[in-house]
């Protein structure tokens, strides 16, 4: 508002009743401030004028100045701290921490965007849609502008950290802070931590009872006993650390029989897990661990659970990537002193995932519709989506349109969301999981020179054929000549040949003796019909 010059219309000095009512006003807009505070801030006897002025776009602004500074600027009959009253009072404000690059952007007259905070440990501070809040730079806890809320904190989370996040109406440096001293930026230390947290302790806990975060369908990792699970990603919560938090409670589950230690081991590697599989991408690296913390692991909390990673085993963040780093799934670097960032994800890793039926994919939709209360009261075959559901399966233009959706659309839905794949399993050896849909062995005919008729076999190798020796076989079981070729339109995919109709042959040797399912060999129907008797 204040990046460029602006127009004054007049400066007058407040008479003893204005600033009463003034007073009255900072002490309802600002319940923070007690009353010694207010009549500091707007002081009795010494000098204080009222400055009307029009900011570059026409906006008309009432500036409050006193001792030479602009301590208030009223707009639209809202009463706003200016930094100079900030640095006097730096926790007056909701506050939010970014980069001291973005300075110079904001300056300028730019509003500040969500990619740009820097999430603490304890997590962003909780503030609605058009809250008032104060940016600070990293390490100093001196505010450098003022702005308005774009969005609430659940709502920052579920964006995922993108889009604007404050509508900047004051900065440092600005022409509102030049009308002022010109004091330079103050270096306010940050808030100390307990004696137990002074070493890069990581201690978050996620409170149900605040941020929210929405989570994206997907599969999840598998349990002690190595059955796969998978979950609804759900609301996240994180609250800021607690002050006593062996008196919040860690909501174990009452029906596991292990301790909380290991309880939390497992949420711990579950929610790290979840992370790298639904909200970490490649671009995103490198990433700071403690951002990868409070910006991604939290999210993956489940609803009611609370992760503490001083009830964990490993008691620090920094040694549970140690060990996730000892296991080969992600590489962890100190890129400068004393901060460390994730650098590399070894994507592929077979713990990144798990695979799931269709029929217990079914079953956690239906599940969760239930205990959530979506099943529509007057028609049962109707499902209420709620923002997890909307977020998951619908598109930007049908989230203020779609309301409900039949069993069947939800579910359809839900399944073209997630990542198909398939495995075949093999005697004695361990099963082969890959992603993707497996294509069906192919039997085709085909004539070649002189009106001859060959018999081509293609996609055997997904099956663990060797195309080589199905040749071989055929050769001496059809008594004739067969050959192998590369697939067109295939990479590394090789096709087998064989000299006439040799679609029964095939049949039994696929059906019969390599026992594949009819359902995925296509081109059986083709072979020859027998002969008509005389």
Same mark, same amino acid.
């Given at each position: 508002?204040?990046?460029?010059?602006?127009?004054?219309?007049?400066?007058?000095a407040?008479?003893?009743?204005?600033?009463?009512?003034?007073r009255?006003?900072?002490?309802?807009?600002?319940?923070?401030?007690g009353?010694?505070?207010?009549?500091?801030?707007?002081?009795?006897?010494?000098?204080?004028?009222?400055?009307?002025?029009?900011a570059?776009?026409g906006?008309?602004?009432t500036?409050?100045?006193?001792?030479?500074?602009?301590?208030?600027?009223?707009?639209?009959?809202?009463?706003?701290?200016?930094?100079?009253?900030?640095?006097?009072?730096?926790?007056?404000l909701?506050?939010?921490?970014t980069?001291?690059?973005?300075?110079?952007?904001?300056?300028?007259?730019?509003?500040l965007?969500l990619?740009?905070l820097?999430?603490?440990?304890?997590?962003?501070?909780?503030?609605?849609?058009?809250?008032?809040?104060?940016?600070?730079?990293?390490?100093?806890?001196?505010?450098?502008?003022?702005?308005v809320?774009?969005?609430?904190?659940?709502?920052?989370?579920?964006?995922?950290?993108?889009?604007?996040?404050?509508?900047?109406?004051?900065?440092?440096?600005?022409?509102?802070?030049r009308?002022?001293?010109?004091?330079?930026?103050?270096?306010?230390?940050?808030?100390a931590?307990?004696?137990?947290?002074?070493?890069?302790?990581?201690?978050?806990?996620?409170?149900?009872?605040?941020?929210?975060?929405?989570?994206?369908?997907?599969l999840?990792?598998?349990?002690?006993?190595g059955?796969?699970?998978?979950?609804?990603?759900?609301?996240?919560?994180?609250?800021?650390?607690?002050?006593?938090?062996?008196?919040?409670?860690?909501?174990?589950?009452?029906?596991?029989?292990?301790?909380?230690?290991?309880?939390?081991?497992?949420?711990?590697?579950?929610c790290?897990?979840?992370?790298?599989?639904?909200?970490?991408?490649?671009?995103?690296?490198?990433?700071?661990?403690?951002t990868?913390?409070?910006?991604?692991?939290?999210?993956c909390?489940?609803?009611?659970r609370q992760?503490?990673?001083?009830?964990?085993s490993?008691?620090?963040?920094?040694?549970?990537?140690?060990?996730?780093?000892?296991?080969?799934?992600?590489?962890?670097?100190?890129?400068?002193?004393?901060?460390?960032?994730?650098?590399?994800?070894?994507?592929?890793?077979?713990?990144?995932?798990?695979?799931?039926?269709?029929g217990?994919?079914?079953?956690?939709?239906?599940?969760?519709?239930?205990?959530?209360?979506?099943?529509?009261?007057?028609n049962?075959?109707l499902?209420?989506?709620?923002?997890?559901?909307?977020?998951c399966?619908?598109?930007?233009?049908?989230?203020?349109?779609?309301? !409900?959706?039949?069993?069947?659309?939800?579910?359809?839905?839900?399944?073209?969301?997630?990542?198909p794949?398939?495995?075949?399993?093999?005697?004695?050896?361990?099963?082969?999981?890959?992603?993707?849909?497996?294509?069906p062995?192919?039997?085709?005919?085909?004539?070649?020179?002189?009106?001859?008729?060959?018999?081509?076999?293609?996609?055997?190798?997904?099956?663990?054929?060797?195309?080589?020796?199905?040749?071989?076989i055929l050769?001496?079981?059809?008594?004739a000549?067969?050959?192998?070729?590369?697939?067109?339109?295939? !990479?590394?995919?090789?096709?087998?040949?064989?000299?006439?109709?040799?679609?029964?042959?095939?049949?039994?040797?696929?059906?019969?003796?390599?026992?594949?399912?009819?359902?995925?060999?296509?081109?059986?129907?083709?072979a020859?019909?027998?002969?008509?008797?005389?």
């Amino acid at each position: 508002m204040f990046a460029k010059a602006f127009r004054v219309k007049s400066n007058t000095a407040i008479k003893g009743s204005d600033r009463r009512r003034l007073r009255a006003d900072v002490a309802a807009a600002f319940p923070g401030l007690g009353t010694d505070q207010v009549s500091v801030l707007v002081p009795g006897k010494e000098e204080l004028n009222t400055v009307k002025l029009y900011a570059h776009r026409g906006d008309a602004v009432t500036v409050y100045v006193s001792g030479g500074n602009p301590i208030l600027f009223e707009l639209e009959k809202n009463l706003y701290p200016t930094v100079y009253t900030l640095w006097s009072y730096p926790d007056l404000l909701p506050t939010f921490t970014t980069w001291p690059l973005v300075l110079e952007k904001l300056v300028g007259g730019a509003d500040l965007m969500l990619p740009g905070l820097v999430v603490p440990p304890a997590g962003l501070p909780q503030v609605q849609k058009g809250d008032l809040c104060a940016i600070t730079l990293v390490g100093n806890r001196a505010p450098v502008a003022v702005g308005v809320a774009a969005m609430s904190t659940a709502e920052m989370l579920t964006s995922g950290l993108k889009g604007r996040g404050f509508s900047m109406l004051h900065t440092y440096q600005d022409h509102l802070w030049r009308s002022g001293d010109k004091s330079s930026l103050p270096s306010i230390a940050p808030l100390a931590l307990d004696p137990p947290d002074l070493e890069k302790e990581e201690s978050i806990t996620a409170d149900p009872a605040m941020q929210e975060d929405l989570r994206c369908l997907t599969l999840e990792g598998e349990d002690e006993n190595g059955e796969a699970q998978q979950q609804m990603c759900g609301r996240k919560s994180l609250s800021e650390a607690s002050e006593d938090s062996n008196s919040r409670g860690l909501n174990p589950d009452p029906t596991d029989s292990r301790t909380l230690q290991e309880q939390m081991d497992e949420l711990l590697q579950r929610c790290f897990l979840h992370a790298l599989k639904c909200q970490v991408k490649k671009a995103d690296l490198p990433l700071l661990t403690s951002t990868f913390l409070g910006n991604h692991m939290f999210s993956c909390c489940p609803k009611g659970r609370q992760l503490d990673i001083k009830k964990s085993s490993y008691r620090k963040l920094s040694k549970f990537l140690q060990q996730m780093q000892q296991e080969q799934i992600v590489q962890v670097e100190e890129l400068s002193k004393g901060v460390e960032s994730i650098v590399a994800v070894d994507w592929k890793h077979p713990r990144k995932g798990s695979i799931l039926e269709g029929g217990e994919v079914r079953t956690i939709i239906i599940n969760y519709a239930k205990k959530n209360d979506l099943v529509d009261a007057n028609n049962k075959n109707l499902v209420k989506l709620d923002p997890i559901l909307c977020d998951c399966i619908l598109e930007k233009n049908e989230q203020h349109t779609v309301m !409900k959706l039949p069993w069947d659309s939800l579910l359809t839905r839900c399944f073209e969301k997630l990542q198909p794949a398939y495995q075949v399993s093999f005697p004695g050896q361990e099963p082969i999981v890959k992603k993707g849909k497996i294509c069906p062995i192919d039997i085709s005919l085909a004539q070649r020179a002189s009106n001859k008729k060959v018999t081509v076999v293609r996609n055997l190798e997904p099956y663990g054929l060797d195309p080589c020796s199905v040749a071989s076989i055929l050769q001496q079981r059809c008594q004739a000549s067969t050959t192998v070729t590369p697939a067109a339109g295939a !990479k590394d995919s090789l096709q087998v040949q064989i000299q006439g109709n040799q679609v029964h042959h095939l049949s039994r040797l696929l059906l019969e003796e390599y026992r594949l399912p009819r359902k995925y060999i296509q081109g059986l129907e083709k072979a020859p019909k027998p002969a008509k008797k005389k």
